[in-house]
């Protein structure tokens, strides 16, 4: 029987039939910009500060309103400056909660104390904002919030927010407090109800002239994740992810690669030149970018 469809209709179908059309979905470099302006309002973000609690208190909130499951994973450190205890917070936000094997998309939520690689000596103890390095991820699973009702991956998506990627204030501090706590606790005590098969971390990813080269450590790790990554920026024509490896980068991928074997791949900028230093504000920073990058892990999620 012959049938006749409308335009409509055939969308309907479409949608059902799992041929997926996120390859179309285009996050707003507006609001994505917004939401880092609003971060960075905060001010300093340092782990267990009150600016990282009025953050938590954002994050929390604004994804509530989205309708994620939201918790935390708490733990304490020792402040490598005072010796004091400082409470540390993952923050862990579930899209798709009823699947079973799920993708990781993290990004760390803290920023460095203090702008180390200042020229002058005299700057380096002044306020660091970290828009790009802190407040670009942060944003940018904000402005994707407003879009994981718009596909349909296979497989369960968690944000997760690192604490302590750098309290560091002196050589030989410790990099990595959260995603290394995350990572012991996962590979020790491995959850009952699901586990993750691959993940993607992303760090300063606002710069105005975005180059995002392959990563050499996601490439060791993590190459069929990397790969594919850069395979859908392709497919979506998005220049910025440019096709060769150059940096190899000590970040919060490491712990998940090598502790709880999760493949992980770090999309990073590390070209940025406001890196650590006190003009890393959201002047310095595009929401153009941030949507660039949005517009491949929506694609790509949706492929998983």
């Known amino acids: 029987m012959k049938m006749k469809l409308s335009l409509l209709s055939f969308l309907i179908l479409l949608g059902s039939s799992g041929i997926c059309l996120a390859e179309d979905l ?3 470099s507006a609001r994505a910009y917004q939401y880092l302006k609003t971060v960075c309002a905060i001010g300093p973000r340092i782990s267990g500060s009150a600016g990282m609690q009025k953050q ?3 994050i929390e909130n604004h994804f509530q309103k989205l309708g994620a499951e939201v918790r935390y994973q708490e733990f304490d450190v020792t402040h490598p400056k005072t010796g004091t205890p400082v409470r540390m917070k993952n923050m862990i ?3 798709f909660p009823e699947k079973t094997k799920r993708i990781l998309i993290c990004c760390h ?3 460095r104390p203090f702008p180390d690689r200042e020229a002058l000596a005299i700057n380096r103890t002044k306020p660091f904002i970290g828009a790009n390095d802190g407040g670009s991820g942060v944003a940018l699973l904000m402005e994707l919030g407003h879009h994981m009702n718009k596909i349909a991956p296979q497989l369960g998506v968690d944000f997760v927010f690192f604490d302590g990627e750098e309290l560091v204030y002196a050589k030989g501090d410790k990099y990595f407090l959260g995603s290394e706590h995350f990572a012991t606790k996962y590979r020790d005590s491995p959850p009952e109800s699901f586990r993750y098969v691959k993940g993607v971390l992303v760090d300063m990813i606002a710069d105005r002239n975005l180059k995002i080269y392959m990563e050499k450590n996601s490439l ?14 392709r497919k979506l024509r998005i220049k910025e992810f440019v096709n060769r490896s150059k940096h190899e980068i000590r970040d919060d991928h490491l712990p998940l690669n090598q502790i709880a074997n999760i493949p992980t791949c770090d999309i990073i900028d590390f070209d940025y030149p406001y890196w650590h230093k ?3 504000v959201p002047a310095a920073c595009s929401g153009q970018s941030m949507a660039k990058v949005g517009r491949v892990l929506l694609a790509w999620l949706d492929e998983n």
């Open 26 to 28: 285009v996050p707003d």
């Open 56 to 58: 938590q208190e954002l």
């Open 93 to 95: 936000v579930s899209w």
């Open 109 to 111: 939520y803290d920023t």
């Open 220 to 233: 060791r790790y993590a190459s069929a994740v990397t790969r594919s990554l850069w395979a859908t920026a």
């Open 278 to 280: 006190r003009n890393d």
